[in-house]
């Protein structure tokens, strides 16, 4: 309800006060509209030096924080990760990340503060009072919004203040490069680390839960047996990254049942070494269905022909499992002849 539906009765007493008259609710108009106080104009609006000193507040405010994501980035790149420095009354902290800390708040803040204190002092400043209406806009309030959005972008005087643009568009187009700076610290890519494991020429398959030599006579038709190369240990360092590369699984076929060539020339009397990490997402396989020679990854269900190169025959699985050639050494132990010849897991990118 605007003040010119009140009935004259009822609308507040005038009260004077440094800026002019002014409606005042009172005891017998307790929710009456005071209306808005007389304007006071701001002295940006009739002082032109005045509106020249906020516009360079604004442009000092933009270009300190264009200097400060310079200064964010210079950090990243020059300040050593181990340097500390004495922060009152903090202690020592990192000399790094204190340093981008300040560099991004700093930035970020004056990005802020210039754009305040140029709509609080430049800006139009035209004070307009507006009726409430329902939620649901008419088309016409809707078409008067574009118009007033449109008059709003003209009266910022982007066109007209160019220092104060072409800083702002300076400062918000730098402030993006601190993340960009950033993503160095994903890593180095992994080269060729994953397509070589531990596994190489003469070391023993060792049986994962006794961690004993495994002889051709520990592995029986239909049982399924877990191996890792001979030397590493589980208290080793990096343990965990070499068994999730090197991890084997083995089985016994009839060689009669092997149907691929190279996967009977590669076994020993039917002895087959494959990986263990699935080639969908890395899963470990762990089920083994004797009468099929199935090979089946618990985590989507992909199943593999061990019978037949370890191939895929169902599952989202893109790959055959790795096959590592093997043998028995002279001691009468099963060894390996050399590494996996091809990626393990689901390390597709290495993939020819
Ligand atoms: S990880 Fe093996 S099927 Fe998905």
């Given at each position: 309800m605007s003040s010119q539906d009140i009935p004259e009765e009822n609308l507040p007493a005038e009260q004077d006060t440094p800026h002019g008259a002014v409606k005042v609710a009172d005891e017998a108009h307790p929710f009456a509209d005071p209306g808005l106080p007389p304007h006071e104009h701001r002295i940006q609006d009739i002082d032109e030096r005045a509106a020249k000193r906020s516009e360079r507040t604004v442009a000092l405010l933009f270009t300190v924080s264009m200097l400060a994501t310079i200064g964010f980035i210079a950090s990243y790149v020059t300040i050593p990760v181990d340097r500390s420095v004495y922060i009152f009354p903090i202690g020592h902290i990192s000399a790094l990340n204190f340093a981008l800390g300040m560099t991004l708040g700093l930035a970020l803040f004056c990005i802020g503060a210039g754009a305040v204190h140029w709509a609080r002092t430049l800006m139009s400043d035209h004070e307009i009072a507006d009726e409430r209406h329902p939620i649901e806009a008419p088309p016409e309030v809707k078409a008067k919004v574009l118009d007033d959005f449109r008059q709003g972008a003209k009266e910022s005087a982007l066109g007209r203040r160019k220092l104060i643009r072409n800083t702002m568009f300076g400062a918000l187009a730098l402030f993006p490069l601190s993340g960009v700076v950033l993503l160095?610290?994903?890593?180095?890519?992994?080269g060729t680390k994953l397509r070589h494991t531990m596994w190489s020429k003469g070391k023993l398959l060792v049986n994962m839960n006794t961690n004993e030599p495994l002889r051709p006579s520990d592995i029986i038709v239909g049982s399924l047996t877990f191996a890792k190369p001979e030397?590493?240990?589980?208290?080793?360092?990096g343990f965990q990254t070499e068994i999730a590369k090197a991890a084997l699984m083995l089985v016994r076929i009839q060689p009669d049942d092997i149907k691929d060539k190279r996967s009977l020339e590669w076994s020993h009397e039917g002895i087959l070494a494959y990986s263990k990490i699935c080639t969908h997402v890395g899963c470990p396989i762990s089920l083994y269905e004797q009468q099929t020679h199935h090979a089946l990854c618990p985590c989507h269900q992909s199943t593999f022909d061990l019978a037949d190169g370890a191939r895929v025959i169902f599952g989202p699985a893109g790959h055959a499992l790795p096959q590592l050639r093997i043998d028995v050494n002279e001691d009468g132990y099963l060894e390996a002849l050399?590494?996996?010849?091809e990626p393990v897991g689901p390390a597709f990118w290495e993939r020819g």
């Open positions: 160095r610290d994903l890593g180095p890519l992994p030397g590493l240990e589980e208290h080793d360092h050399g590494d996996f010849d």
